[in-house]
């Protein structure tokens, strides 16, 4: 019940019924003043709010302390006490990627150490003109001898990071001068290879494989362009029968464009551009996961008639939430480290990794009610299938990023 003042009149504002309670018989609607002051509405936000964090937190506290407890009282009727899965869902997982995105920045997602050492020297360096300018002339004693003891730190850490600048360089241009053949090599070792395999420069990170075969190279053809406009002029051109397919052109036209994108903005820009997109795909990649999860599930368990398909995808919702707040525990423990330096976090980390799977086969046992034996022999088997599972979403949002960035330039 909310704690809206009631209105004295007993007809419905909304559909205009004869109110006989607080609430409309017909649509619903609570039969309350209208307008209402501010006071009223603060206390009312309040009152929401303390709502939802008691309802929050007990829900919370179900569902990480008795594995499939929450999900077994749901389908059993038992709601008002708890929140709705798909509240419950969005919330932690909404939560868990403003974290997760907050300490891992997906602009850093394919910074080479050369870049980040470039990115490290230039704040020392701003770091050092500042400290030259400011405390090293302060009239403060202490000051300046703290001043010059800083100082000091920073040309020593400056210094090591341009040698190892300097090192990096050295060893790319070398790189740049090689070109190494395998296929001698393997042939000097007594390894027949068919044609020729080379390799160029670090830097460009570029491979060719020359089967010495018609057959794989006519294949293939069609993705040699480089240029998606010459690929597009060229199938205009030629004859019906010699036309790629619909569906090879719509392959092609995909990898060509990501080439074409990457020889445009650069390799190592159109990796980061890539990754950049792979990593903000990952909250969809879980979502679309979700359900076909619930499918193993329900594949799993499929003897148990009583069960329905949203039964199965309740304990999915309910366990990926709890996946989340574990993972969270995993970042708060990173950050830990990186400030305290402490070993021994290493082992905590474990443990709640541990702790993931543990919980998932607890659940399962709660849930379900199957013996231990079989429970295990199931938790093995949606795990083996998740794997797959992921494995082959990977490669689709994979495909995906790659076919964004290279329409981005076009």
């Known amino acids: 019940m909310s704690h809206y003042k009631e209105r004295v009149e007993k007809d419905c504002l909304n559909c205009g019924t004869q109110v006989e309670g607080r609430f409309c018989q017909q649509c619903g609607q609570e039969n309350i003043i209208a307008r209402e002051s501010f006071w009223s ?3 009312h936000f ?6 939802f964090d008691s309802k ?13 407890q929450l999900s077994l009282e749901y389908i059993r009727g038992k709601r008002v006490s708890q929140l709705h899965p798909i509240r419950m869902y969005v919330f932690t997982s909404a939560f868990f990627f403003i974290i997760f ?15 980040r050492r470039k990115a490290k020297l230039e704040k020392l360096e701003l770091a050092k003109t500042v400290v030259t300018e400011k405390p090293l002339l302060s009239a403060d004693s202490t000051e300046r001898k703290t001043a010059r003891s800083v100082l000091a730190d920073l040309e020593k850490e400056i210094a090591g990071i341009k040698l190892e600048i300097r090192e ?4 790319d241009s070398l790189d740049q001068l090689e070109k190494v053949n395998i296929s001698d090599t393997l042939k000097k070792a007594g390894i027949n290879v068919p044609g020729n395999i080379t390799v160029q420069g670090k830097e460009s990170e570029f491979f060719t494989l020359d089967t010495g075969s018609d057959s794989s190279n006519d294949a293939f053809s069609s993705v040699n362009y480089e240029s998606l406009e010459a690929y597009r002029r060229m199938q205009a051109a030629l004859p019906a029968d010699k036309k790629d397919s619909w ?4 392959f092609v036209t995909k990898i060509i464009a990501a080439v074409e994108t990457g020889k445009i903005q650069g390799e190592r820009a159109y990796l980061k551009n890539f990754l950049y997109n792979l990593f903000h795909s990952m909250p969809k990649m879980l979502f679309v996961s ?12 499929g003897r148990r008639k009583e069960l329905t398909y949203s039964d199965h995808a309740i304990f999915t919702i309910h366990t990926y939430c709890a996946t989340f707040i574990f993972l969270l525990g995993t970042f708060a423990l990173s950050s830990l480290q990186e400030t305290t330096g402490w070993g021994i976090i290493n082992l905590l980390q474990v443990i709640i990794t541990i702790a993931v799977y543990l919980y998932l086969y607890k659940g399962m046992r709660r849930f379900y009610g199957d013996s231990r034996r079989k429970t295990i022999i199931k938790f093995i088997l949606l ?4 794997f797959f599972m992921m494995s082959l979403l990977l490669v689709i949002f994979t495909a995906i990023s790659a076919a964004q960035v290279g329409n981005s330039a076009h």
Request: proline fraction near 3%; avoid cysteine.
């Open 46 to 51: 309040v009152y929401d709010i303390t709502h």
């Open 41 to 43: 509405l603060l206390t």
């Open 247 to 250: 569906v090879k052109k719509a």
């Open 101 to 115: 995105f907050s300490l891992y920045k997906a602009d850093r997602i394919g910074e080479s150490d050369f870049d």
């Open 56 to 68: 929050f937190f007990g829900t919370m506290k179900v569902l990480l302390t008795k594995p499939g």
């Open 383 to 386: 795990n083996i299938l998740s």
């Open 168 to 171: 990096e360089e050295r060893e």
């Open 290 to 301: 979700l359900p076909i999860f619930a499918l193993f599930l329900g594949w799993l368990y």
